[in-house]
């Protein structure tokens, strides 16, 4: 089935929304406060509900159960542990100021709070903290936090690795992220972290800092810039005339800006590398392994598997995926050799890679 025009599908989404939404306090439909109060949706809930746009539903065709993996390929939703549930940030309540002040209070913060802002756009697209949520929830690596009544559209707290606890606020203008456990494992797993939220947004997204600045009587971002870091310093987003060092954010700020320990790969790496993958690589035998080893986002994913668009932009699209990931993380490159080494095609060029990393 292919649809041409997707407003059916969002007036659907649109109205499961707002039926959720709709006199949040009384429902006594109890499918309907789940997805209220823990975000939970299943194919019983658009049975259920009485809806205007069901008419686009043809039996045998497009089904409840079509419409529900349709959202999750465009990261609407993402599936939960328990495989007839789904969880969908958007059918959370909104947490007020007062709240997200509180919930953060409980935060210890080892690390001193870091924020993603688009340095291009200054602003996110609308959905953008939904699609974080539910593209992190796609790995293994990250899950809900246990308390489901706690999460809310625009503060959610999850786990990674079952050791580092994150809470996100949504600000519109930029994500603000906080840690939260035992310093020696949020010292460890920070780098990890960072490398996610930032790949699972779009592209242009940065990283920032709260900014100690007290004069504007708001909460606004400090940036860093190639030049500024050079100091140890950040630049107040509102007032590029104040720089602060890096310490002045609060404890143990540099660690978010610590690279891998492992070395790094030069830019005449990765094109010795591209030069001969660019005529071999299949990406239909590798993004598999690329995205469970956690090299590729949701987002990658879909634009690499995108079966509309040409074989040269499907494998353009991965190169600057994995391009991204190394930027990223420069052990990156190293992950992405071992997934090659493992298919006998790529050998040779393999071997030709490690030689230019080590010479």
């Not at 709709?22 to 049975?47: T, Y």
């Not at 293994?140 to 625009?154: E, H, I, P, V």
């Not at 790496?269 to 995205?291: E, H, M, V, W, Y």
């Amino acid at each position: 089935v292919v649809f041409t025009n997707p407003q059916c599908i969002l007036d659907i989404i649109s109205e499961i929304v707002k039926c959720v939404a709709f006199d949040r306090k009384n429902h006594s439909n109890s499918m309907l406060v789940q997805a209220n109060n823990e975000g939970i949706i299943s194919e019983k809930l658009f049975e259920n509900v009485k809806i205007e746009s069901s008419k686009v539903y043809k039996e045998g065709i497009i089904e409840s159960k079509d419409l529900i993996r349709l959202m999750v390929h465009l990261g609407i939703a993402s599936k939960c542990e328990n495989n007839d549930e789904y969880f969908m940030p958007t059918l959370l309540n909104t947490l007020d100021a007062q709240g997200v002040h509180n919930a953060l209070s409980l935060c210890s913060d080892p690390i001193a709070p870091m924020a993603l802002y688009h340095d291009e756009k200054g602003w996110f697209k609308c959905g953008s903290f939904n699609f974080l949520i539910t593209s992190l929830l796609s790995s293994k690596q990250w899950t809900l936090a246990k308390k489901r009544n706690k999460l809310y559209s625009n503060c959610i707290k999850m786990c990674f690795n079952k050791s580092g606890n994150v809470t996100m606020i949504d600000n519109a203008s930029y994500i603000e992220i906080h840690l939260d456990g035992d310093m020696d494992i949020i010292r460890e797993v920070c780098p990890e972290i960072k490398r996610c939220l930032v790949g699972a947004c779009e592209e242009g997204v940065q990283i920032a800092f709260l900014c100690p600045c007290k004069l504007f009587g708001d909460k606004h971002l400090a940036i860093h810039t190639k030049a500024s870091l050079k100091h140890k310093k950040v630049v107040c987003s509102k007032d590029e005339s104040k720089a602060f060092n890096i310490s002045a954010l609060g404890a143990n700020a540099e660690i978010w800006l610590q690279e891998s320990k492992q070395a790094g790969c030069t830019k005449e790496c990765f094109r010795a590398i591209f030069a001969d993958l660019q005529s071999q690589l299949n990406p239909n035998d590798i993004t598999g392994k690329l995205f469970s080893a956690g090299l590729l986002t949701t987002c990658d994913r879909r634009s690499i598997d995108d079966i509309t668009i040409e074989e040269t932009t499907r494998m353009n699209n991965l190169l600057r995926a994995i391009e991204r990931a190394i930027n990223i993380d420069p052990a990156n490159f190293f992950k992405f050799l071992d997934i090659l080494d493992s298919i006998p095609l790529y050998k040779p060029i393999v071997e030709k890679a490690r030689n230019v990393c080590t010479m």
